[in-house]
């Protein structure tokens, strides 16, 4: 078992993300018998999937129905996977979207390099 700052430390977040996640009942942390919230490897496991949907722009709004299935059981796994679907898409666009950025980013550079040599 894990206390809360060991599992902020162990995934580079910060302790108010932990409770935040709780608040919003995408994270259920085990307790004591003072209270103080216990994590388990599953726990961790999880919280490296949230972190993972967050960083890639899913909302917290989607993250939490996603957990909300979850928790529901085995019947609602279709509902899970359409989700993650979306996402994956949204991510698809997002990377095709950086992509072009990218791109254009090289062009200005190189236009600057030349630049800077006709000088």
Known sequence: MYTISEVATLLGASTHTLRYYEKENILIA???TNGNRLYEESHIKWLQFVMKLKQTQMPIAKIREYARLYLEGEHTTEARLQLLEDHRKSIQIQR???????????????????????T
Do not use: F, G, H, P
């Open 96 to 118: 095709e979207n950086l992509e072009v950025t990218e791109k254009m980013l090289e062009n200005k550079i190189i236009a600057y390099k030349d630049s800077l040599k006709n």
């Open 30 to 32: 085990n307790r004591d």
